[in-house]
């Protein structure tokens, strides 16, 4: 009893004594006091000490384990803060070292590992599953092999090992014949592996071992930073909005976390998740197949009200200044828990590259109800589907974000009533924008490619009191309510299905919209065609645009060549008044504080004339020039 006393003491002048720095280094133990000369060993050690303003400072090394803090912080001026030191390479690693591989034949190699080696949780036993989530017919593990820091591609079969055949469908053709097999009894897990011309004992192999690397295993978990790690490897199962969505870092339904500044990559699924936990319901679809997902997804929804799905309590995160790559479901997603949240200038690329399973929730950004939440200046490539947007996005913004090279598309809205702002975005891949929603302003965008828009008649869908989670009503989508203000369309790409009438190049597709549209100021180029609802416009339909996307390092340029770009065209300056509002929510295109807006500076932040120049540019030219956009 004195003990347990002595302990409670100490605890309560740990809490409410001056905020204080933990140091963490390799050579360090946690029998330490934590100081600069007496550092702890582990990161999570740290986690069970610091209390609201503590600051953890992590040195140069690898860390193989799982972060669970036991408690967040305050507010926002009164966070605990998780950090590398600072110019130390600071590694937070899901995996584990394997050794003492054996070779089978030329190239094959067999390792046995007792399962005992994987504690509670064996990812080679565990299957990829979930709503929404589709295997192509095969299992899927959530663990992986690494060669040198390079995920191997799993097979279903033996036989794909031994006699590997490459991948013509997907980008890395040839990586796609390096790939492992394994089998998992009651003693032992064995794993095979073609590692083609390296012999994995001069080479580093890693498994994924751990379902994630920072994770509060509990809520009310607030007011956390995570800076400067490089985080990856991790066994991350499917994140489905019906599911707990646990990546390899993920704030389990928590409030105000900074994520900023980190490395993250090589995630079997997702690489952040801000979203929902577990108790309002776990791939329910999946366990019941009698209803719709859609309805079970809307059951989910008022659950999560019920289970306090506020502003005040979830939500209001910061990712920024991330890069975020080789993850096979999403680089950044969230069910509900990312509403009131920042996303802003992350490099996000490379995801869903080896392709070996697909699903309903995959893409560079993917969220459900990104309510009030703002997208701003990211830069999305490489990965299928860009940004996606699926269900609930009101007084949603996408501004000043670079998209290139997604081969679905760049833009994403799915059954959506809005408001949703789309501004000076460059959207350069095939597909620019595919919408089955209503409710959105796209203005000053540079859009290189096709769009698609078609109403959604089957689903209902809620919408929201403004600038909150409490649901006002559901509706179905018609199509239409949309704004197209002072775009610029290339018309650039393959001849369109003459059978499809959901896509073009401009905006024609809007002939057939059942609400209406508002269309003023744009440029139509090449195969791009103007809708019969455009008031204002500009159409060269015999010029083609050339552009390019020249990367040079970590700086982008656009090599653009346009013709008239005349500033005798009659735009208007965009402000909420102007924009008006969406019908289904009757809220206005304005700011999450409820204070109107004007789109009044452009991609590169230079201040909009009163009459401004179409698409994301202010000061644009006819002829060839070079932009940096990145």
């Known amino acids: 009893m004195k003990h347990l006393k002595l302990l409670s003491i100490l605890l309560f002048i740990t809490l409410f004594c001056s905020a204080r720095e933990y140091h963490v280094s390799v050579t360090g133990s946690d029998k330490n006091d934590g100081s600069a000369t007496k550092p702890f060993k582990t990161i999570n050690f740290a986690a069970q000490l610091a209390v609201p303003g503590d600051v953890v400072t992590v040195h140069s090394g690898t860390w193989r384990e799982w972060i669970n803090p036991a408690r967040g912080g305050e507010s926002d001026a009164k966070r605990i803060v998780y950090r590398a030191a600072a110019g130390e390479k600071v590694e937070i690693k899901g995996s584990e070292v394997i050794t ?132 990856s490897q991790a066994a991350t199962q499917w994140a489905a909005p019906t599911a707990e969505q646990i990546g390899m870092i993920s704030t389990n339904w928590n409030k105000g976390w900074i994520i900023e500044n980190n490395i993250i990559h090589d995630s079997k699924c997702s690489g952040i998740t ?236 809007y002939n057939e919209a059942k609400l209406p549209v508002w269309i003023s100021g744009n440029i139509y180029y090449n195969r791009a065609l103007p809708s019969n609802k455009d008031r204002i416009k500009v159409e060269m339909p015999d010029f083609k645009p050339d552009f390019k996307i020249n990367e040079v390092g970590n700086q982008v340029f656009l090599i653009l060549r346009l013709e008239d770009i005349r500033s005798d065209l009659k735009t208007s300056l965009i402000t909420t008044e102007l924009l008006g509002k969406a019908k289904m929510a009757n809220e206005g295109f304005e700011n999450p504080d409820g204070t109107p807006l004007k789109i009044d500076s452009d991609y590169s932040g230079n201040s909009r004339s009163a009459n401004p120049m179409a698409g994301p540019f202010e000061f644009v030219k006819s002829g060839e020039q070079t932009i940096k956009i990145w």
């Not at 979830?314 to 990712?319: D, E, N, W």
């Not at 698609?452 to 989508?477: C, D, K």
């Open 274 to 509: 801000l979203g929902k936990e577990r108790g309002t319901g776990h791939n329910v679809w999946s366990a019941n197949k009698s209803l719709d997902g859609s309805l079970h997804y809307i059951e989910v929804t008022f659950r999560t009200l019920r289970n306090g799905w506020s502003k005040a309590n979830i939500g209001s995160h910061i990712v920024r200044n991330n890069e975020i790559f080789n993850c096979e479901q999403t680089g950044i997603c969230g069910s509900m828990g990312a509403a009131f949240s920042l996303i802003e200038n992350n490099h996000i690329h490379h995801i869903w590259t080896k392709r070996q399973f697909s699903g309903a929730e995959i893409g560079g950004i993917k969220f459900h109800a990104a309510i009030d939440t703002k997208i701003v200046h990211n830069r999305i490539h490489d990965t299928g589907r860009g940004i996606w947007l699926d269900w609930m996005a009101q007084g949603t913004r996408v501004s000043k974000n670079l998209l290139y090279n997604n081969d679905l598309e760049d833009l994403f809205m799915e059954v959506d009533h809005g408001p949703t702002l789309v501004d000076n975005n460059l959207l350069m891949s095939v597909n620019g924008i595919r919408t089955q929603s209503q409710g959105a302003a796209f203005v000053h965008n540079l859009i290189a490619g096709q769009l698609r828009m078609w109403p959604e008649p089957g689903r209902f869908t809620p919408y929201h009191l403004p600038h909150s989670t409490e649901v006002a009503g559901l509706s179905t989508i018609f199509s239409g309510d949309d704004r197209y203000y002072n775009n610029i369309f290339l018309g650039n790409g393959p001849e369109l299905n003459k059978n499809d009438n959901r896509s073009s190049y401009g905006l024609v597709i």
């Open 100 to 231: 003492g591989w054996k070779k089978q034949k030329e190239g094959i190699w067999k390792v046995t590992i007792p399962n005992s080696f994987f504690k509670d949780y064996n990812p080679y036993k565990d299957s990829i599953y979930g709503d929404w989530f589709s295997n192509h017919g095969r299992i899927h593990h959530t663990g992986e092999v690494f060669l040198n820091g390079k995920s191997l591609y799993e097979m279903e079969k033996i036989e794909k090992v031994i006699h590997p055949v490459p991948n013509a469908n997907i980008r890395d053709t040839e990586g796609s014949t390096c790939t492992w097999y394994c089998e998992s009894d009651n003693i032992n897990t064995t794993i095979w592996a073609n590692f083609q011309n390296n012999d994995p004992g001069k080479s580093l192999v890693e498994l994924s071992t751990r379902r994630t690397c920072f994770y509060p295993d509990k809520p009310g978990i607030n007011y956390l930073t995570i800076s400067g790690f490089n985080i």
